[in-house]
């Protein structure tokens, strides 16, 4: 009791800033939105005219997908860049497979964005596929119920 909270915080800001302390952490969120940002921005014509509905549910898509990775502690251990990109990877599929009737057009421009996105990534495709299996899987569960598989899979019981 010889401090009050104020005080300690603001001796604690004082040393952060004495050691020139700087916190950075960008979270799958921040990297999601950014790519979607840069694709809608520098595709506007694309998105408002050939996928302006079915974009906003890719992007809701992503969100989603993002969330579920959080609850699952086995995604912690994955870099957040890898897991957005993945994320958008199976977004995609997801989107393609459950809306056949969309514009083609549109569609095919954002495989090739995405395509686009992996390679400059220079990740490794292994390490890619595997996360992208485990997300997938994980995404059927939460739509599907298959907990007893994923159980069973993965020995948690």
């Not at 950014?34 to 506007?44: G, I, T, W, Y």
């Not at 694309?46 to 699952?72: A, D, G, P």
Request: glycine letters at 2%.
């Amino acid at each position: 009791d010889k401090f009050t909270k104020k005080q300690i915080q603001q001796k604690e800001k004082e040393i952060l800033a004495t050691i020139d302390f700087d916190i950075i952490n960008v979270s799958c969120f921040d990297f999601i939105n950014a790519f979607l940002l840069d694709f809608s921005f520098n595709n506007n014509e694309i998105v408002q005219n050939y996928m302006k509905e079915e974009f906003h549910v890719f992007e809701e898509t992503c969100f989603y997908l993002c969330r579920l990775s959080c609850l699952s502690w086995e995604f912690s251990f994955f870099t957040n860049y890898i897991k957005a990109i993945c994320i958008l990877i199976l977004s995609y599929d997801i989107m393609s497979t459950k809306h056949p009737e969309v514009d083609k057009k549109g569609f095919l421009f954002l495989r090739e964005w995405i395509s686009f996105v992996i390679k400059e990534s220079k990740m490794d495709k292994t390490m890619l596929n595997f996360i992208y299996q485990q997300l997938s899987l994980l995404y059927r569960i939460n739509m599907t119920g298959e907990i007893g598989n994923y159980l069973l899979m993965h020995k948690k019981f």
